[in-house]
């Protein structure tokens, strides 16, 4: 049974950071190319980020470009995304991806 949970959002000022976290199961892990997406209020989900099955290459939305950075840790079975500088147009239900699953989501809200 394939399952991908995430963690790690919340509630920050803009400015900030948060990390988020996917743990992922039921499936060969280590050989998958795995992404973050994200859907803001009243908008279609969109790509944000993924990260290649080795962890060596990552791409990212240009409005994330040098703000968020992604990671893998294929012992752990986990990926990871780290937000500075958030911006509210950064507050949505971020999403992990891969295999074509996906995981419940997590709230991220970017607000003063």
């Known amino acids: 049974q394939v399952q991908l949970v995430e963690s790690g959002g919340g509630l920050v000022q803009p400015g900030g950071s948060l990390g988020l976290s996917c743990t992922a199961s039921g499936f060969s892990f280590g050989n998958v190319d795995m992404s973050w997406y994200r859907r803001a209020p009243g908008q279609e989900r969109e790509w944000v980020a993924s990260?290649?099955?080795?962890?060596?290459?990552?791409v990212y939305l240009d409005s994330v470009k040098g703000r968020f950075t992604g990671a893998r840790d294929n012992s752990k079975k986990m990926v990871y995304l780290q937000m500075n500088s958030l911006e509210p147009a950064d507050t949505a239900v971020y999403y992990c991806?891969?295999?074509?699953?996906w995981g419940q989501g997590t709230q991220v809200t970017v607000s003063s």
């Open positions: 990260i290649g099955f080795a962890g060596r290459r990552t």
């Open positions: 991806n891969g295999a074509n699953y």
